[in-house]
Antibody
Framework: QVQLQQWGAGLLKPSETLSLTCAVY????????WSWIRQPPGRGLEWIGEVNPRGGTNYILSLKSRVTLSVDTSKKQFSLKLSSVTAADTAVYYC????????????????WGQGILVTVSS | QSVLTQPPSVSGAPGQRVTISCTGSNSNIGAGYDVHWYQQLPGTAPKLLIY???LRPSGVPDRFSASKSDTSASLAITGLQAEDEADYYC???????????FGTGTKATVL
């Protein structure tokens, strides 16, 4: 049973960099790509981007200039950095496993991490 | 803003059938990409409910079914149960955004 466990700072000031990490337990890391998805309070889901085991990335256009995804295959971990955060970045951030290691529209997301609420406030 | 539109809410009595629509366009569902569905219980992470337009992962009850046609998709819950009260989201890939998109979400209420 694959499990994803995520951690990172939950309170940031405007202009700081959001940094989250997700660890994979109980399954293969190298056979899948890995995604980050966020959900503002009381609102819907927004996919942020995905990273494959070789470090290749694909980001949503609206966040591309501020997002960096990376992987550490030796630790079975992947990470999200989002720079210059504002209040609009306040959300629960989820990590999730793609259904394959391919980019280009083939994937669904399962399983998901537990989620971390990141609040941006001065 | 989401490119996949869902009704904000649906409701039904226990045992009834409800359906949730997911309306897209020729840059996502209409382009041939598969639609997937998630269930989000209050205060929890989303859970995969349907993948590949109509396939149920192991452990998902067969009262959940889904289909896709042209630029839209739908999720049906037959024999509605109290434990089905949740938010439901569709998901697809969009060629204009070159990224994955989720529907606006639908809150299902059991009366």
């Amino acid at each position: 049973q694959v499990q994803l466990q995520q951690w990172g700072a939950g309170l940031l000031k405007p202009s700081e960099t959001l940094s989250l990490t997700c660890a994979v337990y109980g399954g293969s890391f190298s056979d899948y790509s890995w995604s980050w998805i966020r959900q503002p309070p009381g609102r819907g889901l927004e996919w942020i981007g995905e990273v494959n085991p070789r470090g290749g990335t694909n980001y949503i256009l609206s966040l591309k200039s501020r997002v960096t995804l990376s992987v550490d295959t030796s630790k079975k971990q992947f990470s999200l950095k989002l720079s210059s955060v504002t209040a609009a970045d306040t959300a629960v951030y989820y990590c999730a496993r793609d259904s394959s290691d391919r980019f280009g529209g083939y994937n669904w997301f399962d399983p998901w991490g537990q989620g971390i609420l990141v609040t941006v406030s001065s | 803003q989401s490119v996949l539109t869902q009704p904000p809410s649906v409701s039904g009595a226990p045992g009834q059938r409800v359906t949730i629509s997911c309306t897209g366009s020729n840059s996502n569902i209409g382009a041939g990409y598969d639609v997937h569905w998630y269930q989000q219980l209050p205060g929890t992470a989303p859970k995969l409910l349907i993948y590949g337009n109509s396939l149920r992962p192991s452990g998902v009850p067969d009262r959940f079914s889904a289909s896709k046609s042209d630029t839209s998709a739908s999720l049906a819950i037959t024999g509605l149960q109290a434990e089905d009260e949740a938010d439901y989201y569709c998901q697809c890939f969009d060629t204009d955004l070159f990224g994955y998109v989720f529907g606006t979400g639908t809150k299902a209420t059991v009366l």
